[in-house]
């Protein structure tokens, strides 16, 4: 057990809905990153996210956003979902946030599924 | 476009034999790290090397990283079938992002 955790573990939706995905980072992690990881692109850094502040952005489309609350934990929006939102979405969080030298501790993933 | 490809993209070994993968990068690095993957499960980081290191070892594996030929090895000694996972390779380059690789499917038969 990583200690970071998400919800829910499966979502099933149809296309043109709204979802929201949340994480809870590991007890004392400031930093919170999310990815997708699906069976044709491999794991794709979305976003981060340390102490309330996005740090980084990756490949994230504009239908999805995130936020990081004041307790830590963060959500990931998705909208106006498509077929190809389909994947496992993955939370980490780390305790520092420099130039990639903190060990990741990764969520069990929410796994959607877009009808 | 990923900055981390790993080779091969399959491996199936025997329990007991040495299991070598192999990560290659295309920018300078800050460091490098290795994440094993459970079907469907998160990863679990499992060593990082900085890029003033050329090898470090962990238990069974042992890492490897040449940075004038950007590319990393992980070398797991003495399998079991407990090892068979998919294993990662993640970089970041000066920036905060991670950049995982495609990833080395290990199977480790019994």
């Given at each position: ?7 829910p573990k499966h979502?099933i ?10 994480c809870?980072?590991r ?27 996005e ?30 939102d ?9 305790y520092?946030?420099?130039g990639?030298?903190n ?13 | ?19 070598t ?14 994440y ?35 590319s ?5 000694t ?11 390779c ?12 495609t990833?080395?499917?290990?199977k480790?038969?019994?």
């Amino acid at each position: 057990d990583s200690g970071v955790t998400q919800t829910p573990k499966h979502l099933i939706t149809a296309t043109g809905q709204r979802v929201t995905l949340r994480c809870s980072p590991r007890s004392g992690d400031l930093s919170v990153y999310w990815y997708q990881q699906s069976l044709d692109q491999g794991l794709q850094f979305l976003i981060q996210y340390y102490n309330g502040e996005e740090r980084a952005k990756g490949n994230i489309l504009e239908r999805f956003s995130a936020q990081q609350f004041p307790d830590l934990h963060s959500e990931l929006n998705l909208s106006s979902l498509e077929l190809g939102d389909s994947a496992l979405y993955f939370c980490a969080s780390s305790y520092g946030t420099s130039g990639g030298y903190n060990e990741q501790f990764f969520g069990p993933g929410t796994r959607l599924t877009v009808l | 476009s990923q900055q981390g490809e790993e080779d091969p993209q399959a491996l199936s070994i025997q329990e007991g034999e040495n299991a070598t993968m192999n990560c290659s990068y295309k920018t300078s690095i800050n460091n490098l790290q290795w994440y094993r993957q459970n079907s469907g499960r998160g990863l679990v980081h499992l060593i990082l090397i900085r890029s003033n290191e050329r090898e470090k070892h962990s238990g069974r594996l042992r890492v490897t990283l040449d940075t004038s030929k950007k590319s990393s090895s992980l070398l797991i000694t003495a399998s079991r079938a407990a090892d068979t996972a998919s294993y990662f390779c993640a970089t970041t380059s000066g920036t905060y992002k991670y950049i995982f690789g495609t990833g080395t499917r290990l199977k480790v038969l019994a």
